[in-house]
Protein backbone atom coordinates (compact mmCIF):
# COMPACT_ATOMS: atom_id res chain seq x y z
CA UNK A 1 0.00 0.00 0.00
CA UNK A 2 1.00 3.36 -0.67
CA UNK A 3 2.13 5.69 2.31
CA UNK A 4 0.37 8.39 3.28
CA UNK A 5 1.65 11.48 3.98
CA UNK A 6 -0.88 14.79 4.86
CA UNK A 7 0.02 18.04 5.02
CA UNK A 8 -2.30 19.97 7.33
CA UNK A 9 -3.67 22.51 10.16
CA UNK A 10 -6.51 24.59 10.32
CA UNK A 11 -4.98 27.93 9.91
CA UNK A 12 -4.13 29.76 7.04
CA UNK A 13 -0.30 30.84 5.50
CA UNK A 14 1.70 28.61 7.75
CA UNK A 15 3.04 27.07 4.58
CA UNK A 16 1.25 24.09 3.63
CA UNK A 17 1.30 23.89 -0.03
CA UNK A 18 4.98 25.03 0.31
CA UNK A 19 5.71 21.98 2.44
CA UNK A 20 3.40 19.91 -0.37
CA UNK A 21 4.81 21.56 -3.57
CA UNK A 22 8.62 20.39 -1.97
CA UNK A 23 7.99 17.45 -0.59
CA UNK A 24 6.28 15.55 -3.32
CA UNK A 25 8.42 16.86 -5.77
CA UNK A 26 11.78 15.73 -3.89
CA UNK A 27 9.92 12.32 -3.65
CA UNK A 28 9.54 12.50 -7.20
CA UNK A 29 13.16 13.50 -8.02
CA UNK A 30 14.22 10.58 -6.10
CA UNK A 31 12.67 7.95 -8.16
CA UNK A 32 9.60 7.56 -6.38
CA UNK A 33 6.03 7.27 -7.73
CA UNK A 34 4.02 10.27 -6.01
CA UNK A 35 0.31 10.55 -6.20
CA UNK A 36 -1.13 14.11 -4.94
CA UNK A 37 -4.47 15.26 -3.94
CA UNK A 38 -5.20 18.85 -2.75
CA UNK A 39 -8.66 19.08 -0.74
CA UNK A 40 -8.99 22.90 -1.23
CA UNK A 41 -11.47 22.24 -3.74
CA UNK A 42 -12.21 26.31 -3.86
CA UNK A 43 -8.16 27.66 -4.32
CA UNK A 44 -6.78 24.30 -5.46
CA UNK A 45 -2.75 25.44 -4.83
CA UNK A 46 -1.28 22.50 -5.89
CA UNK A 47 -3.59 21.46 -8.90
CA UNK A 48 -2.18 25.85 -10.05
CA UNK A 49 1.11 24.56 -9.11
CA UNK A 50 1.45 21.61 -11.20
CA UNK A 51 -0.74 23.04 -14.27
CA UNK A 52 2.36 25.87 -14.34
CA UNK A 53 5.06 23.36 -13.74
CA UNK A 54 3.68 21.38 -16.90
CA UNK A 55 3.48 24.45 -18.72
CA UNK A 56 7.07 25.75 -17.77
CA UNK A 57 8.24 21.81 -18.45
CA UNK A 58 6.51 21.81 -22.12
CA UNK A 59 7.99 25.46 -22.76
CA UNK A 60 11.94 24.54 -22.17
CA UNK A 61 11.64 21.53 -23.74
CA UNK A 62 12.56 19.24 -20.60
CA UNK A 63 10.57 16.47 -18.80
CA UNK A 64 11.55 16.30 -15.16
CA UNK A 65 10.17 14.07 -12.37
CA UNK A 66 6.49 15.57 -11.39
CA UNK A 67 3.68 14.31 -8.96
CA UNK A 68 0.52 12.67 -10.58
CA UNK A 69 -1.75 15.35 -9.83
CA UNK A 70 -5.54 14.08 -9.36
CA UNK A 71 -9.00 15.98 -8.96
CA UNK A 72 -11.03 14.14 -6.87
CA UNK A 73 -13.21 12.43 -8.84
CA UNK A 74 -17.01 13.56 -8.72
CA UNK A 75 -19.78 10.55 -7.10
CA UNK A 76 -23.06 9.53 -8.25
CA UNK A 77 -25.58 10.58 -5.07
CA UNK A 78 -27.95 7.76 -6.19
CA UNK A 79 -25.12 5.23 -5.73
CA UNK A 80 -24.23 6.37 -2.10
CA UNK A 81 -25.28 3.97 0.68
CA UNK A 82 -28.28 5.39 3.52
CA UNK A 83 -26.01 7.93 5.95
CA UNK A 84 -22.88 8.19 3.73
CA UNK A 85 -21.05 11.34 3.23
CA UNK A 86 -20.40 12.38 -0.55
CA UNK A 87 -16.84 13.96 0.58
CA UNK A 88 -16.10 10.73 2.22
CA UNK A 89 -16.58 8.31 -0.93
CA UNK A 90 -15.13 11.26 -3.17
CA UNK A 91 -12.00 10.83 -1.14
CA UNK A 92 -11.80 7.34 -1.15
CA UNK A 93 -12.65 7.05 -4.52
CA UNK A 94 -9.39 9.37 -4.93
CA UNK A 95 -7.11 7.40 -2.84
CA UNK A 96 -7.99 4.05 -4.41
CA UNK A 97 -7.21 5.25 -7.96
CA UNK A 98 -3.74 6.47 -7.00
CA UNK A 99 -3.04 3.46 -4.37
CA UNK A 100 -2.27 0.89 -6.99
CA UNK A 101 0.98 3.14 -8.52
CA UNK A 102 2.02 5.25 -5.70
CA UNK A 103 4.94 4.52 -3.52
CA UNK A 104 3.69 7.54 -1.70
CA UNK A 105 -0.01 9.84 -1.94
CA UNK A 106 0.65 13.55 -0.49
CA UNK A 107 -2.16 15.18 0.80
CA UNK A 108 -2.73 18.94 1.13
CA UNK A 109 -5.69 19.89 3.14
CA UNK A 110 -7.28 23.31 3.73
CA UNK A 111 -6.46 25.35 6.05
CA UNK A 112 -9.38 25.19 8.05
CA UNK A 113 -11.29 22.40 9.22
CA UNK A 114 -13.38 20.78 6.97
CA UNK A 115 -15.06 16.99 6.27
CA UNK A 116 -12.80 16.14 3.71
CA UNK A 117 -9.81 17.36 5.89
CA UNK A 118 -10.63 15.14 9.23
CA UNK A 119 -11.07 11.79 7.06
CA UNK A 120 -7.83 12.52 5.60
CA UNK A 121 -6.03 12.77 8.81
CA UNK A 122 -7.30 9.43 9.93
CA UNK A 123 -6.04 8.01 6.28
CA UNK A 124 -2.18 9.92 7.81
CA UNK A 125 0.79 7.13 7.85
CA UNK A 126 2.60 10.80 8.18
CA UNK A 127 0.56 13.83 9.55
CA UNK A 128 2.87 17.01 8.59
CA UNK A 129 2.10 20.21 10.70
CA UNK A 130 3.58 23.51 9.14
CA UNK A 131 3.40 25.71 12.30
CA UNK A 132 4.70 29.52 11.54
CA UNK A 133 7.36 30.23 14.83
CA UNK A 134 4.68 32.12 16.55
CA UNK A 135 2.89 32.36 19.81
CA UNK A 136 -0.36 33.10 17.14
CA UNK A 137 0.10 29.84 15.50
CA UNK A 138 1.42 27.97 18.66
CA UNK A 139 -2.91 28.40 19.54
CA UNK A 140 -3.11 25.71 16.93
CA UNK A 141 -1.80 23.29 18.94
CA UNK A 142 -2.51 24.71 22.56
CA UNK A 143 -3.79 27.38 24.78
CA UNK A 144 -0.99 28.56 26.94
CA UNK A 145 -1.88 30.73 30.34
CA UNK A 146 -0.78 34.13 29.50
CA UNK A 147 0.96 34.76 33.01
CA UNK A 148 2.42 31.71 33.63
CA UNK A 149 3.15 30.48 29.93
CA UNK A 150 2.14 26.98 31.06
CA UNK A 151 -0.12 24.74 28.91
CA UNK A 152 -3.49 24.60 29.97
CA UNK A 153 -4.87 22.07 27.82
CA UNK A 154 -4.75 20.67 23.71
CA UNK A 155 -6.89 22.75 21.10
CA UNK A 156 -9.49 21.46 18.81
CA UNK A 157 -6.71 20.70 15.82
CA UNK A 158 -4.88 18.38 18.44
CA UNK A 159 -8.01 16.66 19.46
CA UNK A 160 -9.05 16.15 15.54
CA UNK A 161 -5.65 14.20 15.71
CA UNK A 162 -6.47 12.56 18.73
CA UNK A 163 -9.58 11.17 17.19
CA UNK A 164 -7.82 10.39 13.91
CA UNK A 165 -5.68 8.60 15.81
CA UNK A 166 -8.41 6.45 17.22
CA UNK A 167 -9.93 6.12 14.36
CA UNK A 168 -6.61 4.44 13.08
CA UNK A 169 -6.32 2.19 16.47
CA UNK A 170 -10.40 0.93 16.03
CA UNK A 171 -8.82 -0.36 12.28
CA UNK A 172 -5.73 -2.07 13.32
CA UNK A 173 -4.02 0.70 11.27
CA UNK A 174 -0.35 1.94 12.58
CA UNK A 175 0.03 4.99 14.34
CA UNK A 176 0.37 8.26 12.65
CA UNK A 177 3.67 9.89 12.61
CA UNK A 178 2.57 13.11 13.70
CA UNK A 179 6.16 15.48 12.45
CA UNK A 180 5.16 19.51 13.32
CA UNK A 181 7.54 21.56 11.81
CA UNK A 182 8.69 25.03 12.29
CA UNK A 183 8.42 27.75 9.84
CA UNK A 184 9.46 31.47 9.44
CA UNK A 185 12.33 30.52 11.96
CA UNK A 186 14.23 33.89 12.06
CA UNK A 187 17.72 34.69 13.19
CA UNK A 188 16.51 37.65 15.38
CA UNK A 189 14.05 37.42 18.02
CA UNK A 190 16.18 34.36 19.74
CA UNK A 191 13.96 34.99 23.07
CA UNK A 192 10.45 34.26 21.47
CA UNK A 193 12.20 31.20 19.42
CA UNK A 194 13.58 29.68 22.64
CA UNK A 195 10.45 30.06 24.51
CA UNK A 196 8.63 28.58 21.33
CA UNK A 197 11.17 25.70 21.59
CA UNK A 198 10.63 24.91 24.93
CA UNK A 199 6.39 25.33 24.61
CA UNK A 200 6.91 22.58 21.77
CA UNK A 201 9.37 20.24 23.02
CA UNK A 202 7.14 19.97 26.56
CA UNK A 203 3.86 19.31 23.93
CA UNK A 204 5.26 16.88 22.22
CA UNK A 205 5.63 14.94 24.92
CA UNK A 206 2.07 15.43 26.17
CA UNK A 207 0.13 14.61 22.94
CA UNK A 208 2.55 12.93 20.79
CA UNK A 209 4.30 14.34 18.01
CA UNK A 210 7.84 15.38 16.45
CA UNK A 211 9.40 18.86 16.01
CA UNK A 212 11.50 19.29 12.70
CA UNK A 213 12.80 22.23 10.72
CA UNK A 214 11.03 23.58 8.33
CA UNK A 215 11.90 26.57 5.84
CA UNK A 216 12.68 29.84 6.16
CA UNK A 217 10.56 33.27 4.66
CA UNK A 218 12.58 33.59 1.24
CA UNK A 219 11.65 35.52 -1.53
CA UNK A 220 12.43 32.27 -3.43
CA UNK A 221 9.51 30.30 -2.55
CA UNK A 222 6.56 32.78 -4.08
CA UNK A 223 8.48 33.46 -7.29
CA UNK A 224 9.23 29.60 -8.30
CA UNK A 225 5.10 29.08 -8.00
CA UNK A 226 4.04 30.80 -11.03
CA UNK A 227 6.75 28.69 -12.86
CA UNK A 228 5.86 25.19 -11.22
CA UNK A 229 8.89 24.87 -9.93
CA UNK A 230 10.83 24.22 -6.66
CA UNK A 231 14.66 24.75 -5.65
CA UNK A 232 15.32 21.40 -6.98
CA UNK A 233 14.46 22.16 -10.35
CA UNK A 234 16.99 25.25 -10.49
CA UNK A 235 19.81 24.12 -12.31
CA UNK A 236 18.48 21.60 -14.77
CA UNK A 237 16.22 24.82 -16.06
CA UNK A 238 19.08 26.91 -15.92
CA UNK A 239 19.59 29.81 -13.19
CA UNK A 240 20.13 33.56 -14.23
CA UNK A 241 23.57 33.85 -12.97
CA UNK A 242 24.65 31.46 -9.68
CA UNK A 243 23.10 29.63 -6.79
CA UNK A 244 22.67 32.47 -4.32
CA UNK A 245 23.53 32.06 -0.87
CA UNK A 246 20.06 32.29 -0.02
CA UNK A 247 18.95 29.40 -2.38
CA UNK A 248 21.67 27.39 -1.29
CA UNK A 249 20.25 27.40 2.36
CA UNK A 250 17.03 26.72 1.13
CA UNK A 251 17.78 23.93 -0.69
CA UNK A 252 19.88 22.54 2.73
CA UNK A 253 16.32 23.43 4.93
CA UNK A 254 14.23 20.74 2.59
CA UNK A 255 17.14 18.22 2.57
CA UNK A 256 17.08 18.62 6.45
CA UNK A 257 13.34 18.67 6.21
CA UNK A 258 13.55 15.39 3.84
CA UNK A 259 15.91 13.72 6.61
CA UNK A 260 13.66 14.84 9.45
CA UNK A 261 10.82 13.09 8.05
CA UNK A 262 12.03 9.81 8.34
CA UNK A 263 9.61 8.08 5.69
CA UNK A 264 9.86 4.32 4.85
CA UNK A 265 12.55 3.41 1.95
CA UNK A 266 13.58 7.21 1.59
CA UNK A 267 17.15 7.26 1.23
CA UNK A 268 17.45 11.25 0.80
CA UNK A 269 19.64 12.16 -2.32
CA UNK A 270 18.94 15.90 -3.48
Request: with cysteine; net charge positive; hydrophobic share 40%.
Amino acid sequence: MAHIIVVGNEKGGAGKSTVSMHVATALSRMGHSVGVLDLDLRQKTFGRFIQNRRKTLEGVGLDLPTPDYRDLPDVDRSALKPGENPYDRRLSMAVAGLEPDADFIVIDCPGSHTRLSQVAHSLADTLITPLNDSFVDFDLLAHVDPDSGKITRPSVYSEMVWNARQLRAQAGLKPIDWVVVRNRLGAQMMHNKKKMGDALDSLSTRIGFRVAPGFNERVIFRELFPRGLTLLDLRDVGVRGQMNISNVAARQELRDLMKALNLPGVEVRI
